[in-house]
């Protein structure tokens, strides 16, 4: 493959090009330039007022980019905008709703003249089993629908109303308009006892990657999904210290609760990274949750 790349380069280039140099030239035909940074990008942040969703928020804002923050009226989602001040606005509404995603989306066109990323966070989750024997009771399915429709439909309905206001982008160098980044988790792959309904809406979001950045390929549009282990947000920090302890040490390494900021870190990766596309990036410590 090496030689075959150096036989073209040399003849593209009529350069002698020693074997020892030929990293340069590759480097320079592929244009760095194309790897972007995050400055003067427009943002929404679904699920912004916390965890997650706010580390990406603080993170998106510290680089340079403008975000809206959409989050449930009752949410923190008002304080994480206040903090970061004229870069970040709040959209009170719910991820379900067509007319409050759509007006969030008239947020970041009316306030900041256009979104070029989505980065889906918002989710619930809930512990109940397919059935259970000791009180002869199924598992609700209004709450199996529930966590469905927040974390899949809410999430799918964030990617299909941004993608209308991402294509209406001018293409960069590459021909990129914007990128949608997912959030699902390492329960789609390794779902524990009580998941059924948290992990079929998690597997249903790395299901739906691949498609929707097809679909939305001749726009250039990239999608990706990141699919965390265990961070460190306000669902974990609820819990005794002892639980933590416990659950930090199943990560083989590092044994440490992930910080919410290494998942913003992703985030800035996946929209820096202009080759990464369709992909579902697992970011768990090597974690391989039991039963
Ligand atoms: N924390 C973890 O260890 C972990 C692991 C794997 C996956 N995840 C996923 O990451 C995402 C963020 O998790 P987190 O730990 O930051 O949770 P969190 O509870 O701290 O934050 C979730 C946010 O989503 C908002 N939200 C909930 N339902 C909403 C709706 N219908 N419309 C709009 N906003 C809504 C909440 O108000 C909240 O601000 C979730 O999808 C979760 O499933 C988290």
New binding site residues.
């Given amino acids: 493959m090496w030689c075959v790349l150096a036989h073209f380069v040399l003849a593209q280039n009529k350069t002698l090009c020693s074997f020892r140099n030929l990293s340069c030239c590759v480097l320079n035909i592929s244009t760095m330039s194309s790897i972007k940074s995050l400055r003067g990008l427009v943002g929404l942040v679904?699920?912004?007022?916390?965890?997650?969703?706010?580390?990406t928020a603080q993170r998106l804002v510290k680089q340079g980019a403008r975000v809206v923050v959409?989050?449930?009226p009752?949410?923190?989602?008002d304080d994480t905008a206040k903090e970061l001040g004229d870069d970040c606005k709040f959209a009170a509404?719910?991820?379900?709703?067509e007319s409050?995603v759509s007006a969030a989306i008239a947020t970041a066109r009316n306030s900041f003249g256009r979104l070029d990323l989505a980065v889906?966070?918002?989710?619930?989750?809930i512990a109940v089993k397919t059935y259970n024997f000791n009180k002869n009771r199924a598992h609700p399915l209004a709450e199996f629908q529930r966590v469905l429709?927040?974390?899949t439909v809410?999430?799918f309905n964030v990617i299909r109303q941004s993608a209308g206001e991402i294509g209406k982008n001018d293409p960069g160098p590459d021909g990129e308009r914007g990128v949608i980044i997912n959030?699902?988790?390492?329960?789609a792959f390794d779902g524990q006892i009580g998941q059924a309904a948290?992990s079929a809406?998690?597997g249903a979001i790395v299901g739906m990657t691949l498609p929707i950045a097809r679909d939305l390929a001749s726009q250039g549009i990239r999608v990706c999904t990141?699919?965390?282990?265990?961070?460190?947000?306000?669902?974990?920090a609820a819990l005794p210290e002892k639980v933590r302890t416990f659950l930090a040490r199943m990560i083989p390494f590092p044994s440490r609760?992930?910080h919410?900021d290494e998942?913003a870190h992703m985030v800035q990766f996946i929209v820096e990274n202009p080759m990464i596309n369709a992909e579902v990036i697992r970011l768990d410590g090597a974690i391989r949750m039991q039963p």
């Fill in positions: 679904t699920g912004g007022g916390s965890g997650l969703g706010k580390a959409l989050d449930l009752n949410s923190s989602g509404g719910d991820v379900t709703s409050e889906n966070c918002a989710g619930v989750g429709t927040v974390n809410g999430s959030t699902a988790s390492v329960a948290y809406s998690k990141i699919a965390p282990g265990l961070f460190d947000t306000p669902l974990l609760l992930g919410p998942f």
